[in-house]
């Protein structure tokens, strides 16, 4: 195998966990079980999804604001560099809130994917289409993630899913990961791996 481009997840993976989920839930006067965010805010009537949208918005430009990339982000990004592995971002966010953490901590991506490009994660749109730009076979791509959100966008697209378990609950989803790892230094190895003939 052929590892050909590696898809990142952003709050949590790229970055470290900033956006308190249960507190943004709270605020929208949301329970867990209205599902996620993004879905729940789509059932809302106009005047209770502007408010909401405000509120998703206050805290999405403070988690950009104070990004702070995890350690060995750079060195991962270069290497990945060195072997002409295309390197995408998928998001939940908005492209403006990734493009402003990436300017901060001066990071390159081949192509960005965010919420108003499509369906949003879980759902595979967005692997697929990354995919497609970097002329990669799903097969021959990692998807990088700390939630259950991106372990199933990657399954549903074909591709490797990859759980960095930086997240709280991440023993809850770790059996829908192909593989798992616990820091991005871990990722270079499991790539070599993959790749050695069997």
Not at 68 to 74: F, I, P, R, S
Not at 151 to 164: D, E, F, N, Q
Request: glycine letters at 8%; one cysteine or more.
């Amino acid at each position: 195998m052929k590892i050909r481009a590696v898809i990142f997840d952003l709050d949590g993976t790229l970055t470290k966990p900033f956006l308190d989920f249960d507190l943004i839930r709270t605020q929208m006067g949301l329970s867990p079980l209205d599902g996620g965010i993004l879905e729940a805010m789509e059932a809302m009537e106009p005047q209770a999804r502007q408010k909401a949208q405000f509120i998703l918005a206050q805290h999405e430009t403070a988690a950009a604001a104070n990004a702070c990339l995890h350690e060995g982000v750079h060195e991962l990004f270069g290497h990945l560099r060195g072997r002409n592995i295309s390197i995408g971002l998928l998001t939940r966010n908005t492209r403006q809130n990734a493009l402003a953490v990436a300017a901060m901590h001066a990071l390159e991506f081949d192509a960005i994917v965010d919420r108003t490009d499509g369906p949003v994660k879980p759902d595979g749109f967005g692997v697929r289409r990354l995919c497609r730009i970097f002329g990669a076979a799903p097969r021959d791509t990692l998807v990088v993630g700390d939630f259950l959100h991106d372990l199933r966008s990657a399954r549903h697209a074909g591709a490797w899913a990859v759980l960095i378990r930086t997240h709280p609950q991440a023993h809850q989803f770790e059996n829908e990961a192909d593989y798992s790892i616990d820091c991005l230094h871990e990722l270079m190895p499991l790539i070599g791996k993959l790749e050695q003939p069997t």
